[in-house]
């Protein structure tokens, strides 16, 4: 099977586990981040994925941000019942701003039983050679990049696969402008990130 297919082996014999991290500030996470990591692990591409959360850049204005663990607790209450989503605060612990090259190369070392798959948008990875150090991510790592709508995928090299998931038509942004009209009804969250959102005010 592609799962089996995908675990592979360390010096010692041991199964290495590929671990896709995707990183976003997650205001909120929602279904179609949960979706995603689900479809991506369903399909063998990955045996668990990480949501990175990160934390907010001192250095730029964001005034609809939520407190960074405000942020990191929602996303943990996204996945508390997936078997195979986890929430990391990696990013909590590294020098600001925080950047991919940096975060990934501190997972590496904490956990050398693992592959680390770096896991982006088509719209990222247009981006992707702006990012900080990023012929340093492609040395170490393979790259899953997943459809985003108005973002063709073309000329990918061999270590980034395309992932075939379904384009899930759910925003954060509406979210939080439906949150602070007072209109929303829960719809495109998680019920238990919805509940603590309504219990604490967020982003009213």
């Not at 479809?39 to 407190?67: I, M, R």
Request: with cysteine.
């Amino acid at each position: 099977s592609p799962k089996s297919s995908n675990i592979k082996k360390t010096r010692d014999g041991m199964e290495r586990r590929t671990i896709g991290i995707y990183g976003g500030s997650f205001n909120p996470i929602h279904n179609g981040h949960t979706e995603l990591g689900t479809a991506l692990c369903q399909t063998g591409l990955v045996d668990e994925l990480w949501f990175v959360v990160s934390p907010h850049n001192p250095h730029k204005q964001h005034a609809d941000l939520l407190a960074d663990e405000a942020r990191l607790a929602l996303a943990r209450l996204a996945v508390e019942e997936s078997a195979c989503l986890r929430v990391s605060d990696v990013e909590f612990r590294l020098p600001r701003p925080s950047y991919m090259v940096n975060t990934l190369e501190t997972l590496r070392a904490e956990h050398p039983d693992k592959e680390f798959i770096l896991v982006m948008g088509a719209d990222n990875w247009e981006r992707f050679p702006l990012w900080h150090m990023h012929e340093e991510i492609m040395r170490h790592h393979r790259i899953i990049v997943y459809p985003r709508p108005g973002h063709p995928l073309q000329d990918t090299p061999p270590s980034v696969t395309v992932a075939q998931t379904p384009l899930i038509p759910i925003s954060s942004t509406p979210i939080r402008e439906s949150i602070r009209r007072g209109t929303f009804q829960g719809e495109g969250l998680h019920p238990a990130v919805w509940k603590e959102i309504n219990t604490k005010g967020y982003y009213r």
